[in-house]
Each structure stands twice: as structure tokens, then as C-alpha cells.
């Protein structure tokens, strides 16, 4: 099985959830709608494009939350935007 096709365990969505609180309450709303959708089965890819995300400053991360800016750099790799696209969906 791929590593993008393995899940994350209860524990290690829990620490992940953690990880993502932020100090924006916009970004905390996403992030949130995010877990509700997908926290249930969370790949290992998928958390890791997350992680890569929560390195970000809140005000980074927020510009690409509202599609301000897009990924670029390092940052600008398929599990950064299988995520983000994921976030930026308004259910």
C-alpha cells in the first residue's frame, strides 16, 4: 500500500488536530471545517501537506486559505495542494 493510501490513527490525528490550532480565528475556521470533513481518514500524505501548511505564519496561511496567493517554493508540492484545496472548499 502507498504511503498517500495509509491512515492515520486515532493518536496521531489527535496530535495532528493539536498542531493546527492557530492564532487566527479565520484560519481556526477552516482548519476546523477541514477536520470535520476528512479527520475521520486522514493519510499520511495528507498529514503531511497539513504539517507543511501549519509551518506558515497565520497571516500566510489566511492568503491561501481566501486564494490571495498560491503555493510557491518548497511549499508548492502535491500534498500542499491536495489540502489546501481540500480546506478552500466552502460546504
Do not use: K, Y
Not at 497539513?50 to 498560491?70: F, G, I, K, P, T
Amino acid at each position: 500500500m502507498a504511503d498517500s493510501e495509509t491512515w492515520l490513527d486515532e493518536r496521531e490525528t489527535s496530535v495532528l488536530r493539536w498542531r493546527c490550532r492557530r492564532g487566527l480565528v479565520e484560519n481556526d475556521l477552516f482548519i476546523e471545517r477541514f477536520f470535520n470533513t476528512h479527520g475521520a481518514r486522514l493519510s499520511h500524505a495528507q498529514a503531511r501537506g497539513l504539517a507543511q501548511l501549519m509551518d506558515l505564519s497565520d497571516n500566510d496561511l489566511l492568503d491561501l486559505l481566501l486564494v490571495r496567493s498560491e503555493p510557491s517554493g518548497d511549499l508548492d508540492t502535491e500534498e500542499v495542494r491536495t489540502v489546501l484545496a481540500q480546506m478552500r472548499i466552502r460546504t
